[in-house]
């Protein structure tokens, strides 16, 4: 029998028995090595998300990492046993976003892995065969568990075209931030700035090929700026380091915004402001890609690993503001 972890609704978390998932035609099982928790996991078990892009119960788990062990009729058999990841938005493929290449921006109804159909926080998840990536035999499913959020700042770094020589700045050194920082040092910047108040991380954005930077002592003049902290100001902090005429990515979610953008101030900058939300499947490509060329290198960023029983401790140390914590996983 399988098992997974069910948020009954708001602060009702437990562990629960599961029938055995049976892939229907263009389906596939994949039975999960590794998966992650994120900020919008804990707003799932908190009630804080959004009602359109939640629905009770559901089995959390976005993030995550597998081998395919069952395909349904119509899908490729060469898949079975292979060590995989997977995109979580269910697009449609049809609608003119879709069609486009925009498949996080899908108009059909919401679905997704892990808020409205079930995700990874259990032992086996069914999916859509052609949501699969598949990655090299061998590859750390450990490390592949992060290559969600990767995917997401892929997206970003596919925005900003940074080229080689550009002055760019990271707003933000959590796990988001250094996942574009391992990205955009593959581009040859001239200079990698990671902004972030935490001294604790600047061994991280050095191994990463960045310097470390707190926020009051960031110069502006950057051609490119990617802002993965999602904090209130940090949309500001990172339009206000971009050079005039230069590119900035917004990726994060700051709630109530407490210094918000002022339209003057970006035409009078004439700084082109793009935004991300999810990844589109040529960003889940290049993160992929990058991770299995050893560009991308997830496992510094790893810091508590529970089994899926403790998913409830994880939760808690995840909300735990006196613990500093990196990306922490559930093992099943």
């Known amino acids: 029998m399988s098992r997974a972890v069910l948020i009954e609704r708001p602060q009702s978390l437990r562990l629960v028995p599961a029938e055995p998932a049976l892939p229907g035609p263009g389906e596939a099982v994949v039975g999960i090595a590794w998966s992650g928790i994120c900020g919008s996991d804990r707003e799932v078990f908190a009630g804080s998300r959004a009602g359109e892009f939640v629905r009770y119960p559901v089995v959390p788990g976005h993030e995550w990492s597998g081998t395919v062990i069952e395909l349904g009729p119509g899908t490729d058999p060469s898949l079975l046993g292979k060590p995989v990841v997977g995109e979580g938005f269910r697009n449609c493929g049809?609608?003119?976003?879709?069609?486009?290449?925009?498949?996080?921006?899908?108009?059909?109804?919401?679905?997704?892995t892990g808020f409205t159909q079930p995700?990874?926080?259990?032992?086996?998840?069914?999916?859509?065969?052609?949501?699969?990536?598949?990655?090299?035999?061998?590859?750390?499913?450990?490390?592949?568990?992060?290559?969600?959020?990767?995917?997401?700042m892929a997206a970003a770094c596919l925005k900003v075209q940074a080229v080689p020589g550009e002055r760019v700045a990271v707003v933000g050194g959590g796990t988001l931030g250094m996942l574009a920082t391992q990205l955009l040092a593959a581009?040859?910047?001239?200079?990698?700035?990671?902004?972030?108040?935490?001294?604790?991380?600047?061994?991280?954005?050095?191994?990463?090929?960045?310097?470390?930077?707190?926020?009051?002592?960031?110069?502006?003049?950057?051609?490119?700026?990617?802002?993965?902290?999602?904090?209130?100001?940090?949309a500001r902090l990172a339009v206000s380091l971009t050079r005039r005429g230069g590119r900035t990515v917004l990726t994060g979610l700051a709630g109530v915004e407490t210094e918000p953008l002022v339209p003057a101030?970006?035409?009078?900058?004439a700084v082109t402001v793009h935004t991300v939300f999810g990844a589109p499947s040529r960003a889940w490509s290049h993160a992929v890609r990058a991770f299995s060329a050893g560009i991308l290198d997830p496992v510094p960023?790893?810091?508590h690993e529970f089994s899926l029983e403790k998913a409830d401790q994880a939760l808690a140390l995840l909300a735990d503001a006196t613990t500093p914590t990196g990306k922490i996983l559930l093992h099943p």
């Open 94 to 112: 049809r609608c003119p976003p879709c069609r486009q290449g925009d498949t996080n921006l899908c108009v059909a109804k919401y679905e997704e």
């Open 187 to 234: 581009g040859g910047p001239a200079e990698l700035v990671v902004v972030d108040p935490r001294e604790d991380r600047a061994e991280l954005a050095t191994r990463f090929g960045a310097s470390l930077c707190p926020p009051e002592a960031a110069q502006g003049g950057f051609d490119v700026v990617v802002e993965a902290a999602g904090a209130p100001g940090s």
């Open 119 to 152: 995700g990874a926080w259990a032992d086996e998840l069914l999916l859509p065969a052609r949501l699969l990536h598949e990655l090299p035999e061998g590859a750390d499913l450990r490390a592949a568990a992060l290559l969600e959020p990767a995917a997401c």
């Open 301 to 303: 960023l790893i810091t």
């Open 265 to 269: 101030e970006l035409v009078g900058a």
